[in-house]
C-alpha cells in the first residue's frame, strides 16, 4: 500500500473472488495507483486511513487499481480521518458489475479513549463534507456510515436522496457539536 516500499502486485491470483486489505501497522494505509489486485475480484473491503493529525486529504491513495475489476460486485471502503478523492469514487461507477457499495467513514480517532473528540482528526468542514459525499449519487449505495464530531448538513441531506440504501448510520455528539444539529432536525433533513 502506499508509504511502502514494496507495491501490491496480485494480478496473478486469478482464483481469488474476494479480498479484505487492512493495514493496522502503518498509520497511512491507501492503495497506489500502480498497484494491481486480482483481476476475478467480486468482493473487495478496502480500508483507506489517513493520520490522526489529518495529513491525507487523499492526495497521496488512488482507487484506479478497481477500475480493472470487471467483476467486482460488492465494494466496502473503511475510510478513517480522510477520503479517497470524490472524482475517483465517483469513477468507481463504470464498473457495470458493482452492485453494492458500503461506506464507512470514520472522522475520529479508533485508538482515543473518548471517540469523539474534535481534535482528534482534522477539523471536517462544510465544504469538505459535500465533496466526499458528491459521489454518492453516481454510485450503488446499500450502507452509509458516517461517525463524526459533527454532523454536516451536506452529508444529511445527500444521505436522505440515496434511494437504495438499506443501512445508514449517522453517529455524532449532538450535544457538544458546534453544528447545531439535534436527531429532530437530522430525521427532518432525511425526509426532504
Known amino acids: 500500500m502506499a508509504g511502502r516500499a514494496d507495491q501490491l502486485q496480485l494480478a496473478h491470483l ?13 498509520p497511512r494505509c491507501m ?18 486511513g489517513g493520520d490522526s493529525a489529518g495529513h491525507n486529504d487523499g492526495s497521496d491513495g488512488s482507487l484506479q487499481p478497481l477500475l480493472a ?12 480521518c ?12 463504470s464498473i457495470s458489475s458493482l452492485a ?12 482515543a ?4 473528540a474534535p481534535h482528534l482528526c482534522a477539523p471536517l468542514t462544510e ?13 450503488p449505495m446499500k450502507s452509509l456510515h458516517w461517525i ?14 440515496l434511494q437504495g440504501l438499506t443501512s445508514l448510520q449517522l453517529s455524532t455528539n449532538c450535544e457538544d457539536a458546534d453544528d447545531g444539529l439535534v436527531p429532530a432536525q437530522l430525521a427532518a433533513m432525511l425526509q426532504r
Open 82 to 93: 480522510g477520503a479517497p478523492p470524490a472524482s475517483e469514487l465517483a469513477a468507481l461507477s
Open 100 to 111: 453494492e457499495v458500503k461506506l464507512v467513514y470514520l472522522w475520529h480517532d479508533l485508538n
Open 148 to 161: 463524526s464530531y459533527s454532523m454536516p448538513a451536506a452529508v444529511v441531506q445527500l444521505a436522505g436522496a
Open 14 to 26: 486469478t482464483a481469488l473472488t474476494q479480498l479484505l486489505l487492512q493495514d493496522y501497522g502503518h
Open 127 to 139: 465544504a469538505a463534507a459535500d465533496v466526499a459525499a458528491s459521489a454518492w449519487l453516481t454510485l
Open 69 to 80: 475489476l470487471s467483476q467486482l460486485q460488492s465494494f466496502e471502503l473503511r475510510m478513517h
Open 31 to 48: 492503495l497506489a495507483p500502480a498497484e494491481q489486485l486480482p483481476p476475478n475480484l467480486q468482493t473487495l473491503h478496502l480500508y483507506h
Open 113 to 116: 479513549g473518548h471517540m469523539m
